[in-house]
């Protein structure tokens, strides 16, 4: 990446995308009419807010905790977005005044709870259930925790792969594939058009699902080496009560192979690329669009004409 240029990441959202700035993150989401809307929230780094944010091994928690609340807030605004704009197009077939924008529901923040206890109990629990059924722990601990790492590797693969049959998350893995797209373009110094970003494959190293297969991998050489757990109740408390120093071992690993570039770091690299190729999707010339103007928006640049974007594409 040319020097002086900040780092930007990002994720998809609900027929549009997120991007996050040094000091704004915003949303990009394609409206049904074709428009695009846009909004921008300033956020100061993680470092200026909290010193323990720039150390090794926390720093690891305290992004991926921000991370997740920029995302979930971006998903659940883009999801507000498209209601909206049902209920305006249901107005006006129906010749009635069009309502205003509906507020954000609390009930938001207990489907977020429910999804992560559903998250904790597929993912933590399922995997040492299944492995208790045909490999004794107290017996062969070390094999029952490799066997079960294992399991929880690929019931996550099962889901992506089950998960991407659906139209509706089909267009999302695009979007993932369009954010990453525009991410390249900016990062090569080039200009931020459609033609230059549909050059690009949509794989990138510093992606949500690189970090997944990290901390699936770490956890497996961890709870392997971990050794005999007597207690069911225990194995299955541990799988939480680590995962924050899973989660921040797998960081380190991604921060280390994105910023270094040699034989050692493509090797660790690739489990993450090959399953990025499930979750990242080649997209189409409108949602990357839609991924440079939030760009542009996270970076406080001028937007540029749809008309223009499109017909370099």
């Known amino acids: 990446m040319p020097e002086n240029r900040p780092a930007i990441g ?4 609900m027929e549009g995308v997120m991007m996050k700035g040094p ?22 780094p993680l470092k200026e807010r909290l010193k323990a944010a720039g150390w090794p091994l926390l720093r690891g928690i305290f992004v991926l905790g921000e991370s997740l609340a920029v995302s979930y807030q971006s998903l659940s605004r883009s999801a507000e ?16 005044p069009i309502p205003l924008p509906r507020q954000r529901q609390s009930s938001l923040w207990w489907v977020m709870l429910l999804s992560l206890v559903l998250a904790i109990g597929f993912m933590k629990i399922l995997p040492v259930a299944l492995t208790g059924t045909v490999i004794s722990q107290t017996a062969h601990p070390y094999v029952f925790n490799l066997v079960e790492g294992l399991v929880r590797f690929a019931i996550v693969l099962g889901y992506i792969v089950a998960i991407g049959r659906l139209p509706d998350m089909q267009r999302f893995f695009r979007y993932h594939g369009a954010e990453h797209q525009a991410i390249k373009t900016w990062e090569a110094g080039e200009e931020l058009t459609v033609a230059n970003a549909a050059k690009y494959d949509p794989i990138h190293p510093r992606c949500g699902t690189s970090f997944l297969v990290f901390v699936m991998l770490v956890s497996v050489l961890f709870y392997t080496l971990l050794g005999r757990q007597q207690e069911l109740w225990w194995r299955l408390l541990s799988r939480v009560v680590f995962l924050p120093v899973i989660a921040a071992i797998a960081y380190e690993f991604i921060y280390l192979t994105a910023r270094y570039d040699n034989a050692l770091t493509r090797i660790l690299r690739r489990p993450g690329m090959w399953t990025q190729r499930l979750t990242a999707w080649p997209p189409t010339a409108d949602m990357l669009e839609v991924a440079l103007v939030s760009v542009r928006a996270a970076l406080g640049l001028p937007q540029a004409e749809r008309q223009e974007a499109v017909a370099r594409a």
């Open 10 to 13: 990002g994720s998809a959202a």
């Open 23 to 44: 000091r704004a993150w915003a949303l990009a989401v394609r409206r049904s009419d074709g428009s695009i809307y846009v909004e921008t929230h300033p956020s100061r």
């Open 81 to 96: 977005v498209l209601f909206d704009d049902e209920r305006r197009r249901e107005a006006a077939a129906r010749g009635q």
